[in-house]
């Protein structure tokens, strides 16, 4: 009976680690991340973030600020990272036309998704404000991975490289939360 | 009132090798006045101005950046003082061009034209050093010791626009003005 149930794939819950996504995000070059504060991100992501020295943490008002902060650390070469929440880049989305998809500038967006259930897609997921970002990015054309467990984060390197050396934007939609 | 493309000739004096950040109205004069390799366009999404002189001053920090905004685009933007001064950048002077218009969108007023006052909200958002200018004689005098200030220093420039410049749209749009800028950076 255990054995049936250690091998149920129904029952195994995939692991997503803050520390896994942050190893990642270093081995992309990753210097700056500016970011408005998510729930989903708080405690695995964010909160470690701040306490580790090798970052330098910008805390933005609003999430558009942090676009134009990423173009202005790009125009000197410094790769950054913008952690935020799907609220805030809905909020953020003017900026993202303009930066990101008209001037081709190398965005690159970590999504908490607020709210999604566990092991849903986001397209799936009952949430409106979730549910909309797939086809919100890919009207815009921006490229995004779902997260969800360590596994999933391991892309992140090889996609942070690719839009910098690319000099285009990439999103990746964190869908449950780290742990620490 | 002085006008504004005066003041920016008197800055220009003063602002020979440092990244200057210019949007809309204010970067058809500054680009007339001074057309330099490190003159940076931030245009696109409005009120984004100081956001993006921010990251070139942390990614820079050995060179000084002057912000040239516009109220209208700084009403747009208003929580970026705060963060600019949780930042404190010491490489950081933001200049906004008080004349109480959109100018860039027909010449209507900002909301509050008769009364905001941007140097009393840049010194709630907890920048220390705070100037106002709207005769040409004595900002001209004091120009050089804004300038020696340790930044973040804020100015707001009591000025209307002045003598009408070239306003090409086409330029400040242009991967060109992103892409020369950026290697002439890389360069210094």
């Known amino acids: ?180 | 009132m002085m006008k504004r493309d005066e003041a920016f000739r008197i800055l220009a004096e003063h602002v020979r090798h440092d990244i200057v950040v210019s949007t809309y109205s204010s970067a058809f004069d500054w680009l007339e006045i001074r057309p330099h390799a490190l003159n940076y366009v931030a245009v696109g999404a409005m009120g984004l101005a100081s956001s993006h002189a921010l990251g070139l001053a942390i990614g820079r920090p050995d060179r000084r950046v002057v912000v040239l905004d516009g109220d209208g685009s700084l009403l747009m933007n208003l929580p970026t003082l705060v963060t600019i001064a949780e930042v404190a950048p010491s490489n950081l002077v933001y200049f906004v061009s008080v004349n109480r218009t959109y100018e860039a969108n027909g010449g209507h007023p900002i909301p509050g034209s008769s009364f905001v006052d941007f140097s009393a909200i840049a010194k709630g958002a907890g920048w220390l050093k705070v100037h106002s200018h709207s005769e040409l004689e004595a900002f001209r005098e004091e120009l050089p010791s804004i300038l020696s200030q340790q930044g973040p220093v804020f100015v707001s420039l009591h000025a209307e626009a002045g003598r009408a410049t070239p306003s090409n749209y086409a330029f400040i749009h242009s991967d060109k003005a992103r892409e020369q800028f950026r290697e002439h950076l890389a360069a210094v």
């Open chain 1, 1 to 180: 009976m255990t054995s049936q149930a250690a091998a149920d794939p129904v029952l195994i819950k995939p692991v997503l680690s803050g520390h896994a996504i942050i190893r990642s995000i270093k081995a992309a070059g990753i210097e700056h991340v500016l970011s408005v504060p998510d729930i989903t991100t708080s405690d695995g992501l964010l909160w470690p973030i701040a306490r580790d020295p090798s970052f330098r943490l910008v805390r933005v008002c609003k999430e558009d600020e942090a676009i134009g902060v990423a173009a202005g650390l790009w125009a000197c070469g410094k790769r950054s990272l913008i952690l935020i929440q799907n609220t805030g880049l809905l909020y953020s989305m003017n900026a993202i036309r303009a930066i990101a998809i008209e001037y081709r500038q190398p965005i690159c967006l970590l999504v908490g998704l607020l709210l999604k259930e566990d092991d849903v897609p986001p397209e799936n997921s009952r949430q409106f404000g979730v549910r909309i970002v797939p086809r919100i990015l890919q009207v815009l054309d921006i490229p995004y991975h779902v997260i969800e467990s360590d596994q999933d984060s391991s892309a992140l390197t090889s996609s942070i490289d690719a839009a910098y050396d690319e000099s285009r934007s990439v999103a990746f939609l964190i869908g449950r939360s780290p742990v620490p």
